[in-house]
């Protein structure tokens, strides 16, 4: 391996699933009476994949819009018997894909979100709790956007509002 594959060989999952192909690879060369470089890869394959070796990263299920939906009625409604926001009609109708949200509103949202965690005084404050608690990923987009005159991504926001649900208590 290079240098910079060698990063990723060495690590003990991966050094564990080569050494399975390697000799999974070595028997059937053996069986098949042929080098290992010309065991056939579909052979190798269907062995690996029977004894339960990973070979491809699995795919993530894509939510329907039916399903983002009630996953975000659900979320906002959490957000009213929390206290965090007096009703939700405002984020079930922007907080979704293709709509924006008012920045000083995503502002107040996220500083009372954060006061859930810990008492906070400021939005710098707030957006701090919230990267610490995994609510928000990026701080440095919710510090330029939700602020007077901007606007936020409703999608990004319904992440967020799902982000904090799953972990308020």
């Known amino acids: 391996a290079s240098h910079a594959a060698y990063g990723s060989v060495r690590m003990e999952p991966?050094?564990?699933?080569?050494?399975?192909?390697?000799g999974a690879a070595a028997n059937i060369a053996i069986e098949k009476g042929v080098s290992v470089?010309?065991?056939?890869?579909?052979?190798l394959r269907e062995v690996l994949l029977k004894?339960?070796?990973?070979?491809?990263k699995p795919k993530a299920p894509v939510a329907s819009a039916a399903d983002l939906k009630e996953q975000?009625?659900?979320?906002?409604k959490k957000l009213v018997e929390?206290?965090?926001?007096?009703?939700?009609?405002?984020?079930l109708a922007n907080a979704q894909k293709g709509r924006n949200c008012d920045g000083m509103q995503?502002?107040?949202?996220?500083?009372k979100m954060a006061a859930h965690f810990e008492p906070v005084t400021t939005?710098?404050?707030a957006l701090r709790v919230l990267a610490e608690h995994k609510v928000l990923a990026f701080a440095a987009y919710w510090q330029e956007r939700a602020t007077a005159d901007h606007k936020c991504s409703g999608d990004?926001?319904?992440?967020?509002i799902g982000n904090f649900v799953r972990l308020a208590k």
């Open 37 to 43: 470089q010309n065991v056939p890869y579909a052979a």
């Open 72 to 76: 975000t009625a659900a979320d906002v």
């Open 156 to 160: 990004n926001v319904r992440t967020g």
């Open 51 to 56: 004894e339960k070796q990973i070979l491809e």
């Open 82 to 91: 929390l206290r965090i926001v007096d009703s939700g009609d405002y984020w």
């Open 14 to 22: 991966v050094f564990m699933m080569v050494g399975h192909a390697a």
């Open 123 to 125: 939005f710098a404050d």
């Open 106 to 111: 995503v502002q107040a949202l996220l500083i």
